[in-house]
């Protein structure tokens, strides 16, 4: 079935500090790719999102892109700051988008 | 409501009792899921409603777990005689469409002791 791979973590970085997280599926068909994070105390929040290959999606800094032939989805950000501190998690849709496989998250701590 | 809400945030229940976790999702929007989050890891799909239609229950671990929607709105997802395995927390999400991203709410934290 479809799943997601990501890197585990923890993560700890300095402020300013380049961040990326790895990220590969395995499915069947075109799924469409997604990042989730989750803040603090807070419930997941859509960071961004790609429908088919070669989309970049990108938000607050961050970006991903869509790369079939390696089937991954690496999310990125070139300066962190401690707000980035939460739980990033990978995820994709499957054939009628309604079903979302996640990953098991990684935790992102971000030092002043 | 401009977001998700879920009650209650928190439940501790003794094996063996049934809950109801209650899911109010963003007015308007059709699709509504739950989400199964064991601690450490990512949400696990359990249910899909369109509308008041439960398209999908494929996820739902046993017989002990009951979802339902029945006005298309307010969903309630039930759990009977609880297991210490059941503890996690449960998540609710709508959309608009199926190719929307989901708005998540909160979560149910469930302790089963």
């Known amino acids: 079935g479809d799943s997601v791979t990501q890197m585990e973590g923890p993560v700890t970085l300095s402020e300013e500090a380049f961040l990326t997280i790895n990220c590969t599926y395995t499915a069947t068909g075109y799924p469409s790719l997604f990042w989730y994070v989750q803040y603090p105390g807070e419930g997941l929040q859509l960071l961004l999102k790609?429908?088919?290959?070669?989309d970049k999606g990108s938000n607050k800094g961050f970006e991903a892109t869509y790369r079939k032939e390696t089937t991954s989805f690496h999310l990125e950000k070139g300066s962190v700051q401690v707000s980035d501190s939460a739980v990033y998690f990978c995820?994709?849709?499957?054939?009628?988008?309604?079903?979302?496989?996640f990953g098991a998250g990684t935790t992102v701590t971000v030092r002043a | 409501g401009a977001g998700v809400s879920q009650s209650p945030r928190y439940k501790v229940a003794k094996r063996g009792q049934d809950v109801a976790l209650r899911c109010d999702p963003i007015s308007g929007h059709v699709s509504l899921f739950w989400y199964q989050q064991a601690l450490g890891q990512g949400p696990e799909f359990l249910t899909y409603?369109?509308?008041?239609?439960?398209?999908?229950k494929s996820g739902l671990p046993s017989d002990r777990f009951f979802a339902e929607r029945p006005e298309g709105s307010v969903s309630t997802l039930k759990i009977q005689r609880t297991q210490q395995e059941d503890s996690a927390v449960y998540l609710c999400?709508?959309?608009?469409?199926?190719?929307?991203?989901?708005?998540f709410g909160s979560g149910t934290r469930l302790t089963v002791v």
């Open positions: 790609a429908t088919k290959a070669d």
């Open positions: 999400a709508s959309s608009l469409g199926t190719a929307n991203g989901y708005t």
């Open positions: 995820a994709l849709g499957g054939p009628n988008d309604y079903k979302l496989s």
């Open positions: 409603f369109q509308n008041e239609a439960q398209l999908d």
